[in-house]
């Protein structure tokens, strides 16, 4: 045998073991792929339904949110209503219930100083340590 002859089988040789290297590499890409796809498969029949799910609970949620925006806006009406109503009402009733109030204490103020003799009974006490004491008590206390 020559050197070319060993040189050649040689190249046979490395030549069969690379083909065999690149068929079992080959063939384990294709097992490989063949589970991606199926995965892929399974993966798209699982998420067509969620995403259908999905969209129903946007479309209910935005119902929902409109519903809940136009009950917004009557409460906001109602208030500014309420307001415009007790600040009317303020205004008509305010001044003439404080008119009527203040007569009405005057009156009872008048009357309830003619009772006790003339005055109204607050000239003649004296507050000492958060107790009233009459203007008679005051004299025994010198």
Known sequence: MSGGEVAGILVAV?????????????????????????????????AVPLLADASAAVR???????????IASDVQEVTSNASALSTTVASTFGGPLVKVAAFGYGVRRALGG???GGSAGQADRTVIVGRTVSSSRRGKRK
């Not at 030549?15 to 690149?22: C, H, Q, R, Y």
């Not at 209910?60 to 136009?70: F, K, N, P």
């Open 114 to 116: 003619r009772r006790e």
């Open 14 to 46: 490395f030549w069969a073991i690379l083909v065999s290297f690149l068929a079992v590499a080959l063939a384990r890409l294709a097992q490989t792929l063949r589970a991606t796809t199926k995965l892929v498969a399974d993966v798209t029949e699982q």
């Open 60 to 70: 209910s949620a935005q119902t929902q949110i409109d519903r809940v925006d136009a």
